[in-house]
């Protein structure tokens, strides 16, 4: 069964610090997005992605964040400058024509900021 | 605005208890209400999808219905591994392609 891969698993940065997320949809998905998820909070919205353009994004997805498609491939997810309230999970997911089959999510990136 | 409530916050069943979730929603326009599984450090995983007030989902262990309000999972004999959060979600006309998650009845099943 086609898996939403994302790497790495854990990362571990200190605040002030770039860090870049990464994603490799499953390949006849049309749609992309990234969700996070704070230790015990519920799973929230950042950026939905589609035709190599966001299409819509949330409060939480200010200017320190950012998204990009370049190869047609890896999805990313840019924080420029990571603050110790980006600490959570951070989960990619994709959406095919089917909209009754939800969308696949990755199995996330731990992102630490100490 | 959208809301998703979920409840019980956490139950705990004998295996084989059967039991159901709840999920409340208030939303403009529901365009239809996503279940997922979650296990520790893992994504989402899809369950079912329901569109519209009287719709029912069935796997396994597992069904899904749907009213004007709520959805309701009903969990059948359940086993160990049906230990898990269970997250309810909605999709709606205020969100275009996204979801509003609930926050998680999270599962223990005993053995």
């Known amino acids: 069964e086609p898996e939403v891969t994302q790497t790495p698993s854990h990362q571990v940065t200190q605040m002030g610090q770039e860090v870049i997320l990464r994603c490799v949809p499953i390949?006849?998905?049309?749609?992309f997005y990234w969700y996070r998820q704070i230790l015990g909070q519920k799973v929230e919205f950042l950026v939905s992605?589609?035709?190599?353009?966001?299409?819509?994004k949330s409060e939480i997805f200010d200017d320190q964040f950012s998204v990009e498609r370049p190869d047609g491939s890896n999805f990313t997810l840019k924080i420029r400058s990571t603050k110790l309230e980006d600490s959570a999970m951070y989960f990619c997911?994709?959406?095919?024509?089917?909209?009754?089959?939800?969308?696949?999510f990755g199995s996330g990136t731990r992102l630490t900021v100490v | 605005e959208d809301q998703v409530t979920q409840s019980p916050e956490a139950l705990r069943l004998q295996e084989g208890e059967s039991s159901s979730l709840n999920c409340s929603y208030t939303?403009?326009?529901?365009?239809?209400l996503f279940w997922y599984r979650q296990d520790p450090g893992k994504g989402p995983e899809f369950l079912f999808t329901?569109?519209?007030a009287g719709e029912e989902k069935e796997k396994e262990r597992l069904k899904a219905t749907l009213t004007k309000k709520e959805s309701f999972l009903h969990i059948t004999a359940p086993k160990p591994e049906d230990s898990a959060t269970y997250l309810c979600?909605?999709?709606?006309?205020?969100?275009?392609?996204?979801?509003?998650f609930g926050p998680g009845t999270r599962l223990s099943v005993l053995p």
């Open positions: 997911a994709g959406l095919g024509r089917q909209e009754d089959y939800g969308y696949t």
């Open positions: 390949s006849n998905h049309l749609y």
């Open positions: 992605f589609y035709n190599n353009e966001i299409s819509e």
């Open positions: 939303v403009s326009g529901l365009r239809g």
């Open positions: 329901l569109y519209s």
């Open positions: 979600a909605v999709r709606s006309l205020n969100y275009g392609q996204n979801f509003v």
